[in-house]
């Protein structure tokens, strides 16, 4: 009975000491297998990757207000040459694109007919002349009644006229040009018969140009006339044309709410009428300005900012933003002359990412997570 005793207790311990080995180990697995996790998690975690972009310095330059706006451009003067007479063309004496006086004559008309007409009228004022002076005598000594002579006036009066028109027709007969310019069109041939009233050439008058702008009423304050104006067209590219504001019509249009802005530009160069034009009026400019390039300003944003670098991140600064000068912009307040603006890349930019500059040292990456080595050390301290 004792023996029996005895063995079942130290049976009860053996099993105990069994247990406890057998957790000891499953423990000591446990914590490997987690350092093993760890070390693995370490490794597999990637370095932040600074994304590349493209930057452009703040900067002072002299920026200007302006008004932009399009038109085509149009002759100062235009007239169709019109016959006034009709009769065979005997010479034409200009072609396209010959520069031409106001008064030089371009056509000669067949006036025969017309000359013939004035020599007969001429006959008959010289006949009348001469009875004239004769009634005249008699009158004075009472032989013709003043009722005659009267009648001899009068008729005398209207050979003159009929003489005056006969030779007008004849002047007709030479087609002068009405303005100078330069002959855009011709539409008669020699030998052509020529019908009255017809056109037969177009003259244009290019020694000053004008493009006609309709301007919202907002601007009537700002546009004044002799402001500097700039001008590019799409026929040639890569050339600026300077001309001026002429004038400004006073009237804002109740319709369209807009007023009528014509700009002068000097003729006789490249720049033809009908050209299509892209116009700048500079109404104001302010030489140092702090500016950056349009394409700095974030799309998509309530308020104007911009993305800067500052040791190797980008920061998101809202700025005040003044004139708008073609491909620059001025800031008013949030930038400081040297600060380097993003350009290109930004999309892919948030709040504090590592940036890489384009053409500048590589940036230190920082690591997401500690080395392998470093978190091993950590955890060996904290199993001790």
Known sequence: MRHSILFRGRLILVRALVVALA???????????????DAKTTEET???????????????????????????????????????TSGVALQVMVEEGDVVRAGQTLVRLDADRARLQAAQ????????????QRSSQLAEQQLLSAN????????????????????????????????????????IKTGNFVQINTPIFRIVDTSQLEAVLNVPERELATLKAGLPVELTVDSLPG????????????????????????????????????????????????????????????????DPAVFVVRESKAVRVPV??????????????????????????????????????????????????KPAAAKAEDNDDNQQ
Not at 154 to 160: F, G, P, T
């Open 23 to 37: 957790g000891a180990f499953a423990l000591s697995a446990c914590k490997g297998g987690e350092g093993a996790a």
């Open 46 to 84: 990637p370095a932040e990757e600074a994304v590349p972009v493209e930057v452009a310095a703040a900067s002072l330059r002299a920026v200007a207000a302006s008004y932009t706006g399009t038109a085509p451009l149009e002759a100062l003067g235009e007239s169709q040459v019109v016959a006034k």
């Open 121 to 132: 009228t001429a006959a008959q004022v010289a006949k009348l002349q001469n009875n004239y």
């Open 148 to 187: 005659d002579n009267d009648q001899i006036k009068y008729d005398l009066a209207n050979a003159r006229a009929a003489n005056r028109l006969a030779n007008l027709e004849v002047s007709y007969a030479s087609v002068t040009a009405p303005i100078s310019g330069v002959v855009a069109s011709r539409s």
């Open 239 to 302: 050339q600026t044309f300077t001309g001026r504001v002429d004038r400004v019509a006073p009237v804002v249009d109740a319709g369209s709410g807009t007023f009528r802005v014509i700009c002068a530009f000097e003729g006789g160069g490249l720049l033809q009428p009908g050209m299509f034009g892209r116009i700048s009026i500079a109404y104001d400019q302010r030489a140092n300005a702090l500016t950056v390039p349009r394409i700095a300003l974030l799309d998509g944003e309530g």
């Open 320 to 369: 005040k933003l003044g004139y708008v000068d073609g491909q620059w912009v001025e800031v008013r307040e949030g930038l400081k002359t040297g600060d380097q603006v993003v350009v290109a890349g930004k999309a892919a930019l948030r709040e504090g990412s590592l940036v890489q500059v384009v053409g500048q040292p590589k940036a230190t990456q920082v690591a997401a997570a």
